[in-house]
């Protein structure tokens, strides 16, 4: 049998000259080199990812709250547009008894020809005080017999009267009303 030795002798290794020897070496240096670059930026790359998607996962966590608090601070804001609807509501609805009051008296003022004004109207509950005064005794009689007639008054009496040295008459009306204004 013949036997082939594919192996370089021992002397073929000695024949190789000493640059291929470093040649080598440097590759193999700089291969450790660069897997360690590798390694290292590999490394980084990943610690950098974490960070992002912890920091994404905090935006996400401070987006949620900033909506939590935006949300709040709406429904503040709406609470407090609601409590000022519902005063304004409400102030109407307590202003309807003092207008229409007014408007029933207003309306009961003789005014062909003008000759009687009120000076005060004082409302306590019910009952009704009204001062005027009026160039003639006709006059009054006529706005006791309006505020009569309107279904806002009833008991209305005539307190006094007398006679001011002007030439006027002052006079005081006390009446009781179906308005409550308090």
Known sequence: MIRINLLPTLEAFEKIPIQIYAGLAVIALGSVVLGGWYWQSYTNITEKEQVESQLTQESLRLDAILVLVKVSEFEARKKSLQDRISAIDFLRENQKGPVELMNTVIAS??????????????????????????????????????????????????????????????????????????
Do not use: Y
Request: proline residues 7%; hydrophobic residues 40%.
């Open 109 to 182: 003022i003789p005014d062909n020809p003008p000759g009687l004004w009120l000076s005060s109207l004082v409302q306590r509950g019910n009952n009704i005080s009204l001062e005027g005064r009026a160039f003639d005794v006709p006059f009054i009689a006529d706005f006791i017999a309006t505020l009569n007639d309107s279904p806002t008054f009833k008991f209305v009496e005539l307190q006094f009267w007398e006679q001011e040295e002007a030439g006027n008459i002052r006079f005081q009306l006390n009446c009781q009303t179906e308005v409550e204004t308090e």
